[in-house]
């Protein structure tokens, strides 16, 4: 990263700051960078870099020489960073007033062990990383950037760090100062939105990647949407649930949790989608999840949603616990389709055997409690149980009747793959955001059908663009 790549990119991510700027909420701004519009300061001299270098006694990284040579020291670094440093000021952390950072993670490195380091080489050594780190944010939300020279790639850049004692993510890495900083920016528009070239930028490629999406296109797309999301687009991190939702992706990644937030994404609740294609992923992962009592979208939005989520919940609810109830999988020709192969599967014998432990586990009791911030939760023993499994769990399938029913369950589904594939050609979106039939998800048969395999194969066919009527 150059000084003629640093200006430009610095001189929008100033100009977005100043004009998405609220005095009530963010206290006022320098009048200079009111009046230049630029939060920046001159730029460092030669001269003044080369003396930094010497009072430091080594060679600063490329992009960070290159951003001084921009601007000697900057304003607001994102949201949590209120001011980096100039030539004058750049300090060893060992050096400055933040050096107890050292032996607060000396002391969490002690406590973890010889041992993990060993055995995982990327691994890193906290407290040696930060008794050697350059100190580059002078004031931030308990926040700081550091560059590290013991780690240093091809191109002379050093590996960037970012903490903040309120992530409770330790060191994140970055490969160079450019690529923490630009983190930065990301943050920046992700929590505050700010109106501009950049946000009408990405609000034009996602557009983009929808309709590349509909045309079959899968890795693409799927690539703007990530960026995009992390720029804050939320019509983009709609668009790329339901591709991962159909690509198999793990919960953590994909899982209705990360879109059904009412804190971070409320828009996304009241969303047209939302209530078909949406809420019955809640239900269903409520149904799914590990433990009966444990955490849920369901449960927790139940428990401390607002009240128009609360009241939509309950009436759902309702909806499904009614005898005549069925899920929609979307515009009626599709849905008629896919209806037909369902109702066959489960009028199969095959599907009329349960699962013998499952009402069993639901039923049981559990105890959840707090273990260093994370929740353990526990089945409680009961008297009659000598081995730590409570004695209604002992339940037991002596003739082998569920196993092999679940065996013809899974040829009978494998069998239907073809005529579900077949009928994702009468699909129609119900919205100009809506790219894939999510809402099979919501049937546990369909679900166990679509294979990540299966769901890379109808993201591959070719679907409506437009709407159905």
């Not at 990327?122 to 780690?151: C, H, K, M, T, Y």
């Not at 959840?368 to 149980?385: A, C, K, N, Y």
Request: negative net charge; proline residues 5%; contains cysteine.
């Amino acid at each position: 990263m150059n000084r003629e790549q640093w200006r430009p990119f610095l001189q929008q991510w100033s100009e977005e700051w100043v004009d998405s700027h609220d005095p009530e909420k963010d206290g006022e701004l320098d009048e200079a960078v009111v009046r230049d519009r630029w939060l920046g300061h001159a730029p460092a001299s030669e001269e003044e870099i080369a003396a930094a270098e010497a009072r430091l006694g080594c060679t600063l990284p490329v992009s960070l020489r290159e951003f001084l040579a921009v601007t000697n020291g900057w304003r607001d670094a994102g949201c949590f960073i209120y001011r980096l440093a100039g030539t004058a000021e750049l300090q060893w952390l060992a050096d400055s007033d933040r050096d107890y950072l050292i032996e607060i993670y000396d002391e969490l490195t002690e406590d973890e062990g010889e041992e993990e380091e060993d055995e995982d080489s990327d691994v890193i050594n906290e407290g040696a990383v930060l008794r050697r780190s350059l100190l580059v944010s002078l004031d931030g939300d308990a926040a700081d950037i550091f560059l590290d020279p013991g780690d240093v790639n091809e191109r002379g850049e050093w590996t960037a760090y970012w903490l903040a004692s309120w992530s409770g993510n330790g060191l994140e890495p970055f490969d160079s100062f450019y690529e923490l900083m630009y983190e930065q920016y990301k943050s920046f528009h992700a929590l505050r939105k700010p109106e501009g070239e950049t946000k009408d930028g990405w609000d034009t490629r996602v557009e983009e990647a929808r309709l590349a999406a509909l045309k079959g296109e899968v890795d693409g797309p799927l690539k703007v949407l990530t960026e995009a999301e992390e720029f804050g687009n939320e019509r983009a991190l709609l668009l790329r649930f339901q591709m991962l939702t159909m690509l198999g992706a793990g919960a953590h990644e994909a899982g209705i949790s990360h879109v059904v937030n009412y804190a971070h994404h409320p828009d996304i609740l009241r969303h047209p989608l939302f209530e078909g294609e949406l809420l019955p992923l809640v239900f269903e992962e409520d149904r799914t999840r590990d433990l009966p009592h444990g955490w849920s979208t369901l449960r927790f939005s139940k428990e401390n949603g607002p009240e128009w989520l609360r009241s939509l919940l309950t009436d759902h609810e309702a909806r499904r616990a009614a005898p005549d109830f069925q899920l929609s999988f979307g515009n009626p020709e599709f849905n008629a389709a896919v209806r037909h192969i369902t109702d066959r599967l489960d009028a199969d014998p095959a599907f009329q055997v349960r699962d013998p432990y499952e009402e069993q586990r639901r039923n049981a009791t559990y105890e959840q409690t707090w273990v260093d911030g994370q929740p353990v939760i526990t089945v409680l023993v009961s008297e009659e149980s000598e081995d730590g499994v409570p004695a209604n769990l002992e339940a037991h399938d002596p003739f082998g009747a569920y196993d092999r029913a679940r065996e013809r369950q899974r040829q009978l589904i494998d069998a239907a793959w073809p005529e579900l594939r077949e009928a994702i050609r009468l699909w129609r979106p119900l919205h100009a955001d809506h790219i894939a039939p999510v809402a099979l998800f919501a049937d546990p048969v369909l679900a166990e059908m679509i294979t990540g395999e299966r769901g890379r194969e109808i993201l591959s066919m070719c679907r409506a663009v437009r709407p159905a009527d």
